[in-house]
């Protein structure tokens, strides 16, 4: 997590995914966003339910859009297990297990507001622990919904979600990772 004394550096890469640098991320995200390392986690609580989140309003990327779990950037050197932990605990007060990549080369670019995403994004499931206690700079709202409510909820309110999750959910779908009746 980045303090008052560290800054946030999110790795910038190649097509092929190989680091070429890394970027402060307020800098990062623009109108000509480079490319550069993601991750989306989709987690589960224990009897099987989606959780899901509304980014805050404050945020400058796609805000007030609901979306999966925990997404975000690992810095330099961390892999993504451990960025997904340090997100999920700073955003929503959450431990994760069971993580295992469910989309590994998962690419995609989005714009919203003149803010452009343009990430290599591979996509996880998994589950949390503890009770979410967002932080509501990073999360307006949350809920737990089963996978089907889920997707339903996706196709009847298209413009309220992140274009990833609509994308990511369909193609966990596809891989038939999630039961989908």
């Known amino acids: 997590m980045a303090t008052a004394q560290t ?5 910038l890469v190649d097509e092929a995914g190989t680091p070429i640098g890394t970027m ?12 550069h390392r993601a991750f989306s986690a989709y987690l589960f609580d224990g ?3 989606l959780l899901i989140t509304r980014r805050a309003q404050v945020k400058a990327t796609f805000p007030g859009m609901w979306t999966n779990t925990v997404c975000g950037h690992p810095g330099p050197s961390e892999d993504d ?48 622990t503890g ?21 339903r909820r996706q196709e009847t309110e298209r413009d ?7 994308e990511q959910a369909r193609l966990i779908e596809v891989a038939g990772l999630v039961p989908v009746g």
């Open 131 to 151: 009770e979410p206690a967002p932080d509501p700079t990073e999360v307006g709202e949350w809920e737990l919904l089963e996978w089907p409510a889920f997707r």
């Open 160 to 166: 309220a979600w992140s274009p990833w999750c609509r």
């Open 47 to 49: 009897a099987g339910r």
């Open 81 to 128: 297990v451990a960025a997904i932990a340090r997100r999920a605990a700073f955003e929503l007060g959450l431990g994760v297990a069971a993580l295992a990549p469910a989309l590994p080369g998962y690419r995609y670019r989005a714009e919203f507001r003149g803010v452009v995403e343009n990430e290599i994004c591979p996509v996880y499931l998994g589950r949390f």
């Open 7 to 11: 800054e946030e550096l999110i790795v």
């Open 24 to 35: 402060p991320k307020p800098l990062v995200h623009t109108g000509e966003t480079p490319l």
